[in-house]
């Protein structure tokens, strides 16, 4: 759902850049209260999966691909505040570098992929914990959920920002029911990947889970070789595990990179070529007639290929690889800096309420 530069006018892209950047400033400050200390690296690695997924489109109808959104994803393992800014970093890696989404639309994209998804992701998500039984399964099933609904949301946001500004004449209708519907089938895919994912971390290390935080985890006991749920008044002299807080999240940060590498650097290679959801709506409608080039068409990563590579699978893969990389080194920097910051807010409070107490 990259929006090019031309499908919205100047004022309201403009307009979109703005509450775009409000979004984006309010994160930095909510996120300082979600980054613990392990959390700044895994946020990195969260934004560089989410890039390397987004290479692999997956087919939804004839013609047609849609590839993860993230913003499902990224708010329920590392916060919504967090996930805002990973999706943010991913658009501008791919604006900036792979010219994928315009650079004049960058606004519109963080409002309908970053800002939307988040918002509708983790209201649906955390309205559905309230409902469903204290267990990992309610986590997945509402991550499910939350990540179905985030995508038809950002197909809402596009139209409401195509009525307010649009380059071409096409009736809105018209635009709003090809949007909805064909973003209601990549919804589905989004919420399988999405419930995969924190399914699979959640089966490892519940703890990193945002959006797990607080669950009850039954008291394991090993009977006949096998993990069981011990009884509700298990002796208290059963073994006591390691706490979960502090062991170590490097081995699922080196599991989590080297997915993300060869999800980008070689499956990427059998994805779906179709053009995607909104690019197949555009193109049905008549709405990329005003569509402009890519400011960053003459750079050497540009569609995910590198310059000069003659072989088709090598040059994607390599493109995926070094986005992987940047990405992830970006974003780690950006929320290491949050972090740093966090660290400062918490040493100045501490000092204020000794000096006060003195």
Request: glycine share 12%; charged share 15%; hydrophobic share 55%.
């Amino acid at each position: 759902m990259h929006v090019p530069d031309g499908f919205i006018d100047a004022p309201v892209s403009i307009a979109a850049g703005v509450a775009a950047a409000g979004a984006v400033a309010v994160s930095l400050r909510g996120a300082r209260r979600e980054l613990e200390e392990r959390a700044a690296p895994l946020a990195g690695l969260v934004a560089a999966f989410i890039f390397a997924v987004q290479m692999l489109n997956f087919p939804v109808a004839a013609g047609t691909s849609g590839h993860l959104l993230g913003g499902a994803l990224a708010a329920i393992l590392v916060g919504p505040y967090t996930g805002v800014l990973c999706v943010s970093v991913v658009l501008l890696m791919q604006g900036v570098l792979f010219a994928d989404g315009g650079l004049t639309a960058l606004g519109v994209n963080v409002m309908n992929m970053a800002v939307v998804t988040v918002v509708v992701a983790y209201a649906v998500f955390r309205a559905l914990l309230k409902l469903l039984p204290d267990t990992r399964r309610s986590v997945t099933v509402a991550a499910f959920a939350g990540a179905l609904l985030s995508v038809p949301g950002a197909a809402v946001m596009f139209t409401l920002l195509y009525a307010l500004g649009g380059t071409t004449d096409v009736p809105l209708g018209k635009v709003f029911t090809a949007m909805v519907g064909v973003h209601v089938l990549i919804g589905i895919g989004e919420a399988v990947i999405t419930a995969a994912t924190v399914g699979a971390v959640l089966a490892v290390r519940p703890d990193l889970v945002h959006g797990a935080r607080g669950l009850a985890a039954p008291l394991k006991l090993r009977v006949g070789g096998e993990l069981v749920d011990a009884p509700a008044a298990a002796p208290a002299a059963a073994p006591v595990a390691v706490p979960a807080a502090g062991r170590s999240a490097k081995p699922v940060w080196i599991t989590g990179l080297v997915t993300a590498l060869l999800l980008a650097g070689v499956v990427s290679f059998y994805a779906s070529t179709s053009p995607d959801g909104l690019e197949k709506v555009a193109a049905d409608k008549g709405i990329d007639q005003n569509v402009k080039e890519h400011a960053s068409a003459g750079s050497p990563l540009a569609d995910y290929s590198v310059k000069d590579v003659g072989d088709a699978r090598l040059s994607g893969g390599l493109a995926g690889v070094i986005g992987v990389g940047a990405t992830v080194v970006v974003g780690t920097g950006i929320f290491w800096t949050v972090r740093r910051r966090r660290a400062e807010d918490l040493t100045a409070s501490s000092t204020a309420s000794a000096t006060s107490a003195v």
